[in-house]
């Protein structure tokens, strides 16, 4: 009797030589970022001493010009500052090592990448991209930056150099933002899919970073990376005008548009994901392993987060909802939950069952900061919609609408039935239609050349079965798409002139047109979206988050000991001597509250007096452009450098205010 042997599984088969080798470089990699623990953390300060005795820091002092190295306590934060990004670095090697050594093997990683996809998967991730793209285009308003004062103008990493007391033309701006704009809006609808997604990556690098440069970084850079993922996919083959063109180009050609479910449909969507899992990791591991001057979950367990909540409702000029600084034991419990929500939230992605989940958890997260704390990222919510199962959701919804099968049967000798077929399956979201060859037989089919529809056995054109399925079901929706596209689409022709149709002589077919291989695609896609997720990962380690188009997102690991701030204020005095404040309400007038914050205190924070006077005249030319002040009536413009508790209940005294700069109006001589 012969028996089989099952399979051994694959976590049991022998290694072989580059996972064994992948193995030793990834676990010596984890060794030495251990050992580079363990030394920061005992032998840490005997190190800055050492540095401090030796003369080193006197030499590298010289070099790196304005900092203090001479103190112990600088080469301290400089260990555990750095110590915390070599681990992070060095442990994402070693987990690239491992990926790349066991990508034969069947492991969730590995499962991953390799999943398959429907196009209407891929189709929808592409229109909230895009759809999301404009909401951020119209929210943030590029052009109301143009033609300001170029003292104005602090632009973020690595562009601070080049475009510093440089201004955004008008002319020029408008033209980018309507390009990019366009180019949105046609890869929403899928017409020229690839290249509106192509331009509007290009293009939206400038209109996106005007709003950037002056100060304050909205971090909305996926709405670049996401659309230059899309221009290497085939993003458009469903739901999209390119989709009609391709349907009509291989009816001609003989042959049915293939939508089975696909790793090319697949692999965009997930390195997206992948992109987003960037963005809440950091922030959780810095978060976990605490700032410059901050130990592991220091950040949780201090009082931290009730001064960062009274501090963002200074800032975004809201009533606070919920007093949640009340009550301490909440907001370290609250701070617990979010660093391990966002530590877990990559390791989530990997799951199928967890994906929506993850999503709604994510757009209630995102809900909550808003209402407590005044920070938006509604760009974020939206962005969430790439994560829901669209496939399964709408045969879900097609099954609960309607109930009745339906086979389409077309001949496969008629291009333009093939149209008509290749238009149906490219536009089918509720994946109810079965299409498949009319039978040979006449007594079965009434005619070969008419496009049926056999609805529960009963052989119907698709406008009797569209007026059918409305009989029996009563849903107004059902199949009305079918019988408009039926009488709008070139196939309405036949339908009515089959006799002639058939004996007209069958036109010859185009010549097939050179186009990307879908190897050719999938290896650009794989270069491109690898590229953003090593600078990105580099900007985390370098914890660049004042930079664009990539940067680490806003980590909120710094310890915010007090509920204080400094804010720049406005003194007009008028020739009779009279002094008028220039409220902050009116300040935000001119840009947006959070925008005018990190302006203002990039002003504040300018260590050269030319700089910071330039900085403040420029300011002050901002609201003469806007209309804000009347320069006839003032005689000179005092800038103040304003403490102020935060607290609602201790706002209304300054701690502290001190002149910083004296201007005279209507003169170029300033005094301090």
Known sequence: MLTSTPPKSLSRLPLSHAERRSLWIAGGLVALATVAVLVSAFFGDRLANAIVDSGLAARLANTFRGRDLSSPETWQRFFQSGIKRFVLGTVGLAVLVACFGFRHRDWWLT?????????????????????????VLWNCSPLQFCNLDPNLTIAPFPWYRLLRGVSFPLGLSTVVVAVCYLANICC??????????????????????????????????????????????????????DALWRARRLARRGEMVDLSPSNAYALPTRLIWLLLAQVYFFPGYYKFVGGTDSHLLEWAFSDSLQNKLAVQWYIQEMPPTLRLDAYPLVCR??????????????????????????????????????????????????????????????????????RVPAVVEYSPASPRQLYLVNVFKSFDLWQLLEFRPA??????????????VCLAGEVLDPIAASWAIRRRLGWPMSFRWLAAASRKLPANHFLKNAMADSQAPPSPPPKSQPGVSQATLTRWLIGVATTFLLLNSLMAVAHMHRAWPFAVFPTFETLTLHARVHELQIELIDHAGRMTLFERAQATKAVQGVIWYEMSSQALLEPSPAAQQNQLRGIWDLFKQ??????????????????????????????????????PVGSLSARQ
Request: neutral net charge.
């Open 111 to 135: 499962r991953y990448f390799r999943e398959q996809d429907s196009p209407l998967q891929l189709a929808m991730v592409r229109i909230v991209c895009c759809l999301v793209s404009l909401l």
């Open 626 to 663: 806007k209309g804000l002040v009347d320069e006839s009536n003032v005689a000179e413009v005092r800038f103040y450098d304003v403490t102020i508790d935060t607290v609602p209940e201790r706002m209304q005294t300054p701690l502290e205010r001190k002149l910083i700069f004296e201007m």
């Open 439 to 452: 039978p040979s037989s006449e007594t079965a089919a009434p005619q070969p050349e008419q496009l049926v």
């Open 188 to 241: 929403a609808i899928g017409l020229f899919t690839r290249s509106s997604a192509a331009v509007a990556a290009i293009s939206g690098l400038y209109a996106f970073g005007i709003s950037q440069s002056f100060g304050k970084v909205n971090h909305y850079h996926m709405v670049v990376w996401f659309p230059a993922i899309l221009a290497f996919s085939r993003a458009g083959d469903f739901l999209s005008v």
């Open 333 to 402: 419990l609250l701070s617990l939950l979010v660093i391990v929500w966002e530590c877990v939230w990559p390791l989530a992605l990997f799951s199928r069952r967890l994906r929506l989940p993850l999503a709604l958890s994510t757009i209630f997260f995102h809900y909550s900061t808003s209402l407590v704390m005044g920070i938006v990222f509604i760009h974020m919510r939206w962005l969430m919609l790439t994560l829901f199962p669209w496939p399964a959701i709408f045969a879900w919804l097609g099954r609960g609408f309607i």
